[in-house]
């Protein structure tokens, strides 16, 4: 464990990481044929941060959020973390409530509220999200298709 924990490194994502991005995410939910054009902006949006997590060098997790100013109701920004991803063989160990405090202490220059939006079905992401401090809320989130 010692070995993985300082090998373990969590940096800002480069447009070259976005392949490791991917295999993480296939890994989990399967392509996502939009994702990596979502990441390549977010790398270059100032109102986006998206971080990687490392070990040996090879690209193991990532996390990614946005700063947003036009919740109903509120005049405070709030921070999205919208994207989180830890390879199979970190889950469990740490690394991932690593990857997810960092992120929110870099969005915490710019807001101090952080929301998710979760399926009721992904049991994995409300823990981890748990373990970073999250709750459920009252809010109601609305949707429409056309």
């Not at 889950?91 to 990857?99: A, H, I, P, Q």
């Given at each position: 464990?010692?070995?993985?924990?300082?090998e373990?490194?969590?940096?800002?994502?480069?447009s070259e990481?976005?392949?490791?991005?991917?295999?993480?995410?296939?890994?989990?939910?399967?392509?996502?044929?939009?994702l990596?054009q979502?990441?390549?902006q977010?790398?270059?949006d100032?109102?986006?941060?998206?971080?990687?997590?490392?070990?040996k060098?090879?690209?193991?997790?990532y996390?990614?959020?946005i700063?947003?100013?036009?919740?109903?109701?509120?005049?405070?920004?709030?921070?999205?973390?919208?994207h989180v991803?830890?390879?199979?063989?970190?889950?469990?160990?740490?690394?991932?409530?690593?990857?997810?405090?960092?992120?929110?202490?870099?969005?915490?220059?710019?807001?101090?509220?952080?929301?998710?939006?979760?399926?009721?079905?992904?049991?994995?992401?409300?823990?981890?999200?748990?373990?970073?401090?999250?709750?459920?809320?009252?809010?109601?989130?609305?949707?429409?298709?056309?």
């Amino acid at each position: 464990m010692a070995e993985i924990v300082t090998e373990f490194k969590i940096r800002n994502a480069l447009s070259e990481d976005i392949l490791g991005i991917l295999k993480i995410e296939e890994e989990h939910a399967g392509p996502n044929p939009t994702l990596e054009q979502k990441i390549n902006q977010m790398i270059n949006d100032e109102n986006s941060y998206f971080l990687v997590a490392t070990f040996k060098g090879k690209i193991v997790g990532y996390a990614g959020g946005i700063i947003r100013d036009t919740e109903f109701g509120t005049n405070e920004n709030i921070g999205y973390i919208t994207h989180v991803g830890l390879s199979k063989e970190f889950t469990s160990k740490g690394m991932g409530r690593m990857l997810g405090d960092k992120l929110i202490e870099a969005m915490l220059e710019k807001c101090e509220i952080f929301r998710t939006i979760l399926g009721f079905d992904r049991a994995d992401l409300q823990s981890f999200f748990n373990h970073l401090g999250f709750k459920r809320t009252d809010l109601l989130v609305y949707e429409s298709k056309y």
